[in-house]
Nanobody, 120 residues
Framework: QVQLVESGGGLVQPGGSLRLSCAAS????????MAWYRQAPGKQRELVATFSGDSTKYADSVKGRFTISRDDAKKAEYLQMNSLKPEDTAVYFC???????????????WGQGTQVTVSS
């Protein structure tokens, strides 16, 4: 059995910071963290940050403010969000690919979503 648990969301004032975490556990042979997405009310899910080979890529709206990182020993990925703006308010989702013990195919897994609200 595999679990993917997100944490770190909450209410923050404009200009503040939050750090989202996404940790995988269970019968995992290998893992590959992929990206963070977000979905605001009434809007489509959008890609916020992604790993691209040895580098990272960001949506234009978050460049210079958000940082995606990973800890392979903990099977965790993170999203550090600084200088938050009201328009960053959304539910944030992590995306990873896992190879489960005994399986031969990589599968996509999504976190349960964590609410980030930026408001004064």
């Amino acid at each position: 059995q595999v679990q993917l648990v997100e944490s770190g969301g909450g209410l923050v004032q404009p200009g503040g910071s939050l750090r989202l975490s996404c940790a995988a556990s269970g019968s995992i042979f290998s893992w590959n963290p992929m990206a963070w997405y977000r979905q605001a009310p009434g809007k489509q899910r959008e890609l916020v940050a992604t790993f691209s080979g040895d580098s990272t890529k960001y949506a234009d709206s978050v460049k210079g403010r958000f940082t995606i990182s990973r800890d392979d020993a903990k099977k965790a990925e993170y999203l550090q969000m600084n200088s938050l703006k009201p328009e960053d308010t959304a539910v944030y989702f992590c995306h990873v690919r896992l190879l489960i013990l005994g399986e031969s195919t990589w599968c996509d897994y999504w976190g349960q979503g964590t609410q980030v609200t930026v408001s004064s």
